[in-house]
């Protein structure tokens, strides 16, 4: 797993390239970000007592979800007859393809590339990284959430964009370095129940990262 946040960081590294169009960087970026929400589903199966196992990187991780995404918006675009939700369904796309791509090269995990028909891929099989690593992969989450809202944050004053959503911008910046303090030292503690309590406020802290991603429109689509 890349971290969430280095995937948001990857597309936002896109805009200066990224032809400037409604909502299209949004897309973007929700799109780095959006493959890691299938924690959900696997949160849910262990609250539940199902098996977790192909919950994650399968169905949020394949090309026909690429596909879905791009025909779905493409729908409502029609519907809703404005073109800035073909612009936000061509950003989601091809977001998603760039957090597969990332997934695939960092680190020490594969992709069901091809979900639900299969197609595994992985490049680090039988590599993995030495345990005191492995531990700060967790904790380092809350570290480029921190990252990417503070640079969100430093945009937008420059810019002068999105200035009505800075101070909650600038609390949930402030709870990252929070957590991320926190939980280092937890991972290196903790030999029982850390998963628990990490997939708890990383999920909290991706799903903040989502919306005030969708508040920072205005500056992602200026940077
Ligand atoms: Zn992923």
Do not use: C
């Not at 280095?6 to 805009?15: C, K, L, W, Y």
């Not at 796309?93 to 891929?121: C, K, R, S, T, Y």
């Not at 990252?176 to 280092?184: D, G, K, R």
Request: glycine fraction near 10%; avoid cysteine.
């Amino acid at each position: 797993m890349a971290q969430a946040g280095i995937h948001a960081f990857v597309g936002a590294a896109t805009r200066k390239i990224a032809p400037r169009k409604e909502w299209f960087m949004l897309g973007i970026v929700l799109g780095n970000l959006f493959p890691d929400l299938d924690n959900y589903a696997v949160a849910i199966a262990t609250l539940t007592g199902s098996d977790p196992h192909g919950l994650h990187r399968t169905f949020t991780h394949s090309v026909f979800t690429v596909l879905l995404v791009g025909i779905l918006f493409f729908i409502v675009a029609r519907l809703q007859g404005q073109s800035k939700w073909f612009n936000l369904g061509i950003g989601l796309g091809l977001g998603i393809a760039m957090h597969i791509v990332l997934d695939l090269v960092i680190w020490f995990n594969g992709v069901e590339l091809l979900w639900p028909f299969g197609g595994w891929v992985n490049f680090w099989e039988g590599i993995s990284p030495p345990v005191w690593f492995g531990k700060l992969l967790n904790p380092a989450e809350f570290l480029f959430f921190a990252l990417f809202l503070g640079w969100l944050g430093k945009t937008a004053r420059s810019q002068q964009t999105d200035s009505e959503a800075l101070p909650t911008l600038r609390r949930w910046t402030i709870a990252m370095w929070i957590f991320f303090l926190i939980f280092t030292p937890l991972a290196f503690v903790m030999s029982k129940g850390f998963l628990t309590i990490f997939g708890a406020f990383y999920l909290l802290a991706l799903t903040a990262t989502f919306v005030l991603t969708v508040r920072m429109r205005r500056t992602l689509a200026q940077a």
